[in-house]
């Protein structure tokens, strides 16, 4: 048993590095013709190891591992549960087409028998028996179709053991025979014949296609949610400064009140906005830790694992502030119209489908085959016998009801793919019209919060001296210090949703371009490309 599971743990691993090469063959070629060239591709998750092992001693450091977006991403394209079943799901596809290009290939059999036999007679009481006998040999044979439509076989079989045993009891101990079956009206020519070899290698590209574009996608909602995470964490902060400010004009307030500058529902006042930071700023620690463990959840990491964005991440973001985008909405209308991949598969479907109206309409016509059939059987005494064959078969379809139905249908479907099409195209429109409007609207509410935090850090500083020479109420300098706080917040919330907003505007007019690692790019103009995410 032992020797039985090692061999069959040997054809495992042959049978896997088999399948493996043929799937990743087929993503190749549909990278090439959908992409223009092949990019690496693997569904091993020995990188995804790698990466696990180097977080978990960096997050035994004393502060835990801080993630850049670089890494997130990389970890993410490496590690991520969904990622890897969308990868596996392409894998798949690839696997399954290689069983339907096998039908267009050279396909070999073999199967050999052994058999025997006893007979018996009766006669009254006594058992008397007859011959014995044994059979064994084996048959081998190919098959191909052809892209004309011709069904050929060729096929050899040997009686060896017979001849052997028994040399004169059988007159036929060997044959090798050939046919082909050529279809001259139904079922001709490669427009039918090799339609379920065109139609899975279309699938394949479409694939390739989708999986192409979940990527970006991918990679856009993990940049998403790393600056999500970080403005949590600005929030913390601004809550805990916002604190820590509150504790010191409650004691301020309250010493004013002791020595009777200011009423004593003021310093109340004063204690009562301590309180409230206090809660916010409790409240803001518990998001921010939740952002954190639905981001380690994202990444396929454990939850426990002490990693966390980089927050100088975000400083760069504040830093390099509003990129502008580099068209005007009509061009970027007609981008996406152009070279948006799910478009381009959504065109060729509709190929597809009329494609399938012409091949319903050729199956209207009545089957006439020819075929030719010459067996050459070897005796063992008599030497060979070699018998031909050559005929014609009509068959006439009276009955239309099916191919009527089914080519009714193939209109139906085609007039349905374009519709979806024009949705489809319509759908991008607004898409790209509406992405624009949330581009133009956070570069205008950041502008403003930009200026609202001038604005309230001056009012801040004007309110405190005037509260100091008594020419304001405690009162004023909270409100302006809550203003202050809301303006920062907001200026974070618009600058980071200005920058997922332009990502994903890249990417609805086919303009945002990954590398293997998933680091983004965004091209600054119409030819060149500026990386934002390095390693």
């Known amino acids: 048993m032992a020797a039985l599971a090692a061999s069959c743990a040997k054809i495992g691993g042959y049978a896997q590095k088999r399948a493996d090469r043929a799937a990743y063959g087929n993503i190749g070629m549909a990278q090439g013709s959908a992409l223009g060239a092949p990019t690496p591709f693997t569904i091993d998750d020995e990188e995804a ?8 001693l960096g997050s035994q450091e004393k502060g835990g591992k801080l993630l850049s977006l670089a890494d997130a991403l990389t970890v993410a394209m490496a590690n991520s549960r ?6 596996e799901a392409l894998f798949i596809q690839a696997l399954r087409l290689t069983e339907v290009q096998k039908d267009f290939h050279v396909n070999y059999s073999g199967s050999a028998y052994a058999k025997g036999a006893a007979t018996t007679f009766k006669d009254g009481a006594a058992e008397t028996f007859g011959d014995n006998g044994m059979d064994g040999g084996f048959v081998l044979g190919m098959k191909r179709t052809l892209a004309s439509g011709a069904r ?51 699938d394949m590209v479409y694939a390739v296609r989708d999986f192409k574009r979940y990527q970006q996608d991918f990679v856009i909602d993990i940049t998403a949610q790393y600056y999500s995470v970080l403005r949590a964490r600005d929030q913390l902060y601004n809550e805990r400064k916002n604190y820590e400010s509150s504790i010191a004009n409650r004691e301020q307030s309250e ?9 004593d529902f003021e310093a109340a006042q004063a204690r009562q906005k301590e309180l409230n930071a206090a809660d916010r700023w409790t409240v803001s620690k518990a998001a921010y830790e939740k952002a954190l463990d639905d981001f380690r959840f994202t990444l396929g990491l454990p939850i426990s694992l002490d990693v966390e964005p980089d927050p100088n991440e975000l400083a760069k973001l504040e830093d390099r502030g509003l990129v502008e985008v580099d068209v005007t909405l009509d061009e970027a209308v007609r981008a996406a119209i152009s070279n948006r991949l799910d478009l381009v598969t959504s065109r060729e479907r509709v190929e597809d489908k009329e494609r399938k109206v012409e091949i319903q309409q050729r199956n209207f016509l009545p089957n006439l085959d020819v075929s030719y059939k010459v067996k050459k059987e070897f005796d063992s005494t008599s030497g060979a ?16 009801t099916e191919k ?20 489809d195209e319509s759908d991008v429109r607004r898409n790209v019209r509406d992405l ?17 935090v001038k604005l309230a850090e001056r009012r801040v500083e004007n309110t405190t001296l005037l509260l100091q020479q008594g020419k304001a109420l405690t009162r004023d300098l909270l409100d302006a210090q809550d203003d202050l706080l809301s303006s920062k917040n907001e200026a974070t919330v618009a600058l980071v949703d200005y920058t997922t907003t332009r990502l994903r505007f890249w990417n609805a007019i086919e303009r945002f371009e990954i590398d293997p690692k998933g680091m983004w790019y965004e091209q600054a103009d119409g030819s060149s490309q500026e990386p934002v995410a390095t390693p």
Not at 163 to 175: G, I, L, V
Not at 255 to 263: D, E, H, L, T, V
Not at 404 to 423: D, G, M, P, S, V
């Open 49 to 56: 190891r790698r990466i696990r092992d180097m977080l978990y």
């Open 82 to 87: 969904s990622y890897q079943s969308r990868k």
């Open 152 to 202: 050929v076989s060729l096929g050899f079989s040997q009686d060896l053991l017979r001849y052997f045993t028994h040399p004169d009891a059988s007159a036929e101990n060997n044959a090798l025979s050939f046919n082909i079956v050529q279809p001259l009206l139904n079922g001709f020519g490669p427009l039918v014949t090799k339609e379920p070899l065109r139609q899975a290698e279309r």
């Open 255 to 263: 010493s004013y009140a002791k020595a009777g500058r200011i009423a």
């Open 385 to 400: 016998d070699v018998s031909q064959n050559l005929g014609a078969t009509l068959d006439l379809p009276f009955d239309w």
């Open 404 to 423: 009527r139905n089914a080519f009714r249908i193939a209109q139906i479907n085609f007039e349905h793919e374009k519709r979806n099409l024009e949705e």
């Open 436 to 452: 624009w409007r949330k581009l133009e609207r956070n570069r205008s509410v950041y502008k403003n919060r930009l200026l609202s």
